[in-house]
């Protein structure tokens, strides 16, 4: 794991902060510093890092390193060292810090997938301002006998490793991610013929697709296609892995949870489908587990499809139904002969798409 800490060059205490954090980190973690904007943005271009450390605040080089950080997908943790509490905003606040509160620090720290504080008081302070929800006590070892640099540093890698089994969809290469979705779709069929034509080899980050898999609740289907494909899966316990959520998110329930059993025929259980389907990509619930619950509909229940069609234009849901089906063949693999409605990849499905894949991202 490779880490840039970016501080301000003439704060001796968060010197020494970093020395004794890199000193009691171990060789999992690869610390760099960066002091100047000009040294922070060097090191980014020539150096693929996971996570940019900013500590402190109120220095104006941070913004422009985050947003070069950011685009390149790195995730971000902020230290404040107590530069948020009141009174320290009040020294100056009308030509210093409320400019610089717009400009660019309430967002940064906003942005954080977490924050650093060093004891309650603080941590009471950031939940009275509200710009972050994800803040963690980790005391600092330089300024309180209340723990040691060894504790210090485990606490601040084990955070950074909670950072990572985040949203890891985002954190997979292309490998990983064709190796995930040949994985859902020999899952819902149980059948590795599905997948014997296709040239890439069965490769993939292991923990990457465990976490993606348990935080979007498809562990089931994945574990059914490692399985089928007579792959090992490693001991890796996905459920016990913390990991961080966005602001507000709430866990959708199922398709068939939310529409029940008692349909006539199944075209009336695929009209309520593409209801609900409709429902939560207006709520911006929609995620990859209603997809494979979809496919699994489709593949397994025949229904009338030139009837369909009509019942879904006549309710509005043509278009929902078809773009659904783009998505469905994106994700796991259904091809059109299970379709009951033409998939149609149109500008508005493109958005649904991104919608799916952000639904985890801070």
Known sequence: ???????????????????????????EAENHRATTTQEARQ??????????????????????????????????????????????????????????RIAYQQSVVGHAYAVIV????????????????????????????????????????????HIMDSDTLHLMNDNSRQFLKRLITVGITGDERWVMDQEQPM????????????????????KRGARTLNLSVPDIDA??????????????????????????????????????????????????KHLVEIDIELREHACDESLLANQLDERGLGKVAARTMQLIHDFTGLTEGFMPVAPLNDRMTKKWHKLIENHLTI
């Not at 259980?269 to 911006?284: E, G, P, Q, S, W």
């Open 1 to 27: 794991m490779r880490i840039l800490h970016f501080y301000p060059q003439a704060d001796s205490d968060i010197s020494q902060y970093l020395k004794m954090l890199a000193d009691n980190m171990g060789l």
């Open 43 to 100: 090191l980014l271009d020539n150096i693929q890092f996971d996570i940019l450390h900013i500590h402190g605040c109120w220095h104006n080089g941070q913004y422009v390193t985050v947003r070069q950080a950011l685009r390149q997908g790195v995730r971000l943790v902020v230290t404040p060292y107590g530069q948020l509490e009141p009174w320290v905003q009040q020294q100056n606040f009308w030509r210093e810090k409320l400019p610089k």
């Open 118 to 161: 060093q004891g309650q008081m603080e941590l009471s302070c950031m939940e009275n301002l509200g710009w972050n929800s994800r803040c963690v006590i980790i005391r600092n070892a330089v300024i309180t006998h209340s723990t040691t640099p060894k504790r210090m540093a485990r606490e601040t890698f084990e955070l950074y490793q």
């Open 203 to 222: 490769l993939g980050d292991w923990h990457q697709i465990l976490c993606y898999a348990h935080q979007e609740q498809i562990m089931n289907t994945l």
């Open 239 to 288: 459920d016990s892995i913390p990991y961080f959520l966005p602001d507000g998110y709430e866990e959708a329930a199922t398709i068939q949870q939310t529409i029940g059993n008692q349909f006539v025929s199944e075209n009336e259980r695929l009209i309520a489908t593409f209801r609900t389907v409709k429902r939560l990509i207006a709520n911006r619930q929609l995620s990859i």
